[in-house]
């Protein structure tokens, strides 16, 4: 009787951990649209310290979306780039940094006996079974092993090539279906291939682009006719 109800049980968790998942991702986007929304104010010398406050209200709360996979936290710190212009700019980059390095680093101290439990208890078995192989071997073994089994086209080319491919991705539009950037900064994480220090630098270039463009177009655009 007891071992038939074990693995209803362990079932019974991990689709309460999934649910208690989807519950987070959908409060992070709710959450989303709420600041952006609540960023549409008129800015005036006698709201100046409310005004302040708020930003950085929003920057907290830009870092701990950004970080969680499947919401579009994003979203914030282009809204706050687009309203308060070129000198918000440094803010926002470092914040995003911060967000993908937390979200990486998460995934790096997860434990992977964990993960593979959770993956058993909602009966993804053929993934945790995947996942198991790779216990206790070191990056370069790692990557040998899923070069080994990746099908002979483009995927061991994008596993050799792995940080170019991880900097496209977290640029690809539409990547929320990915994870967004903190899901994939956090699967970067869990595959233990990519090294810290490389990853930050990596990060920083990826993230680079649009800030740079507005720290030197932005007073010009800010200036079109609309």
Not at 21 to 38: C, E, F, K, M, P
Not at 142 to 171: G, Q
Not at 206 to 220: D, K, Q, T, V
Request: with cysteine; hydrophobic share 55%; glycine share 8%.
């Amino acid at each position: 009787m007891t071992g038939s109800a074990m693995p209803t049980n362990r079932h019974r968790a991990g689709l309460l951990k999934l649910l208690i998942l989807v519950v987070i991702v959908v409060a992070g986007n709710l959450l989303t649209r709420g600041i952006i929304d609540g960023l549409d104010m008129s800015i005036r010398p006698s709201n100046e310290p409310m005004v302040h406050r708020i930003i950085m209200t929003s920057m907290v709360a830009y870092i701990v979306l950004l970080a969680i996979p499947f919401v579009p936290g994003v979203e914030i710190g282009l809204a706050l780039m687009m309203i308060f212009g070129p000198k918000i700019v440094p803010l926002v980059y470092g914040c995003t940094l911060v967000a993908l390095c937390l979200a990486f680093l998460v995934g790096r101290l997860l434990p992977e006996r964990s993960i593979s439990r959770f993956l058993r208890e909602v009966r993804l078995v053929k993934a945790a079974t995947f996942l198991e192989g790779f216990h206790g071997l070191d990056a370069d073994q790692r990557l040998a092993r899923l070069m080994e089994k990746s099908p002979r086209r483009w995927v061991p080319w994008f596993l050799k090539h792995r940080y170019l491919t991880l900097m496209l991705a977290i640029n690809l539009p539409g990547n929320v279906v990915l994870g967004g950037g903190g899901g994939l900064a956090l699967m970067a994480g869990m595959s233990r291939l990519f090294s810290v220090h490389r990853y930050v630098l990596m990060v920083a270039v990826a993230i680079s682009p649009i800030p740079l463009f507005l720290m030197i177009f932005g007073e010009r655009i800010a200036d079109w006719p609309i």
